[in-house]
């Protein structure tokens, strides 16, 4: 069956320390690889993606994440982490060749000063 | 930049009480969705739409129904509220077909049955 798993419910780290999110995935094929944020009171907003080729994927807000066939990962890291980036972070799956998307549940970053 | 539009941001209804809310996007997206957001429970698909008047069923679609007369319009129906649908509603849109295509979210409507 097709699952997401953030194992990290909630992490905790110091302004300017470097940050890595797990997300590990069970699919049958190639997927389609997202990393969403949700501020609070806010909805989704993406922030890099995976289809194919280089597996070290750059996004917004100075982002990465790198893909790993053998580990089934796909996690997001960030050399410094910045106040603002206190926010909701899902990982999610897009099944090829239909409209399904499946999500984590979330992994909650809180920032300290 | 799409802007996908939630028209209310806080809900409070009454038990049994028929609940729409509305959805709208700006970037001619085919695909439209409806997803319920709860805390541990991640985010669940309710209903998506890939074209006017067309409609499927997600993960959780009992009690909830959705209509799509236009393409940038999808609106999500509670026939009778319950207590077990308070809870975070958004809607996304996307271009194209499959799942390659990312999804662009609404900023939610949080709504509260009583």
């Known amino acids: 069956a097709q699952s997401v798993t953030q194992p990290d419910i909630h992490i905790t780290v110091s302004e300017g320390a470097s940050l890595e999110l797990r997300c590990n995935y069970s699919?049958?094929?190639?997927?389609?690889l997202f990393w969403y944020v949700q501020s609070p009171g806010q909805g989704l907003q993406l922030l890099l993606k995976?289809?194919?080729?280089?597996?070290l994927v750059q996004g917004i807000k100075g982002f990465e994440a790198e893909f790993k066939r053998s580990q089934s990962s796909f996690n997001l890291r960030k050399p410094s982490v910045h106040w603002s980036d206190a926010a909701e972070y899902f990982c999610?799956?897009?099944?090829?060749?239909?409209?399904?998307?499946?999500f984590g549940t979330g992994t909650r970053l809180k920032v300290l000063a | 930049d799409v802007k996908v539009t939630q028209s209310s941001r806080y809900l409070v209804k009454r038990t049994g009480e028929k609940v729409f809310l509305e959805c709208v996007q700006d970037?001619?997206?085919?695909?439209m969705f409806w997803y319920r957001q709860d805390p541990g429970l991640g985010l669940r698909l309710i209903y998506f739409?890939?074209?006017?008047?067309?409609?499927e069923k997600g993960d959780i679609p009992e009690g909830y129904s959705v209509s799509r007369e236009k393409k940038e319009r999808f609106s999500l129906i509670l026939e009778s509220a319950s207590t077990n649908q308070t809870s975070m509603y958004l809607c996304?849109?996307?271009?194209?077909?499959?799942?390659?295509?990312?999804?662009?979210f609404g900023n939610g409507t949080r709504l509260t049955v009583t």
């Open positions: 996304a849109s996307s271009l194209g077909s499959g799942g390659g295509s990312p999804l662009h």
């Open positions: 699919y049958g094929a190639t997927p389609y």
């Open positions: 995976y289809f194919s080729g280089d597996t």
């Open positions: 999610a799956v897009g099944a090829q060749g239909t409209y399904k998307y499946i």
């Open positions: 970037m001619d997206h085919e695909n």
């Open positions: 739409s890939y074209d006017v008047k067309m409609k």
